[in-house]
């Protein structure tokens, strides 16, 4: 119930393409959704997040898509860069103010 | 710029040693966390704090304490280490009810 799965564990995407990340959760009572990013030897950092009452955000080229009936989450990001390569948490928010990560996904930009 | 500052960025310790490790915020923030991440299971919590004296297990507490005697500091305390407890263990902060983190930068320790 408080497990947020994350998939895939690692993508390989080219310089300019999409970069889609996906997570799932049980719990209906989650209630902020945001996404991490960390770069190596960096702690994670905030890079976007959504409240469960809106379907969409964006930030300049990233992009979270939030489906309440399917209890699922994803990150886009367009025309993806090199500089865009890190590890990406997406996590979920708990009644008790604590927030669940999924399991990170390791991006990888090729020029 | 606000800041969450871990002491150390790399420890190597010996088996059955006490490790301490600190977390320093200058936020003001009420809530602050413990994690450890290790490759392919993401950022799993060990302890968490909302308050001056007060403390709350996380998924994995086992054979770590921590301690929090002022509002700012937060220290994590591997009784007796142990090989597995080898990982990258990162401190967050964050505002009462608020859901954004706060991370250090991360303290990535061996024990040997």
């Known amino acids: 119930q408080q497990q947020v799965k994350q998939s895939p564990q690692s993508l390989i995407v080219q310089k300019g393409g999409i970069s889609i990340i996906n997570c799932a959760y049980e719990?209906?009572?989650?209630?902020?959704f945001p996404w991490y990013q960390q770069f190596p030897g960096k702690g994670p950092a905030l890079l976007i997040a959504?409240?469960?009452?809106?379907s969409e955000k964006k930030e300049g080229r990233f992009t979270i898509s939030f489906n309440k009936s399917a209890k699922q989450f994803s990150l886009h990001i367009m025309d993806s860069q090199p500089g865009d390569s890190a590890t990406y948490f997406c996590a979920a928010r708990n009644q008790g103010g604590k927030l669940i990560f999924g399991q990170g996904t390791e991006l990888s930009v090729k020029p | 710029d606000v800041k969450v500052t871990q002491s150390s960025r790399y420890l190597v310790k010996r088996t059955g040693e006490k490790v301490f490790l600190e977390c320093v915020q200058d936020m003001d923030h009420e809530n602050m966390f413990w994690y450890r991440q290790d490759p392919g299971l993401g950022l799993r919590l060990i302890y968490f704090s909302y308050d001056v004296k007060m403390k709350e297990k996380g998924d994995i507490p086992e054979g770590y304490s921590v301690s929090r005697e002022k509002k700012e500091r937060f220290s994590l305390i591997l009784e007796s280490a142990s090989t597995n407890q080898t990982s990258m263990y990162l401190c967050?902060?964050?505002?009462?009810?608020?859901?954004?983190?706060?991370f250090g930068s991360g303290t990535r320790l061996t024990v040997v």
């Open positions: 959504i409240r469960p009452d809106v």
């Open positions: 967050a902060s964050s505002w009462l009810g608020e859901g954004g983190y706060t």
């Open positions: 719990n209906t009572a989650f209630d902020y």
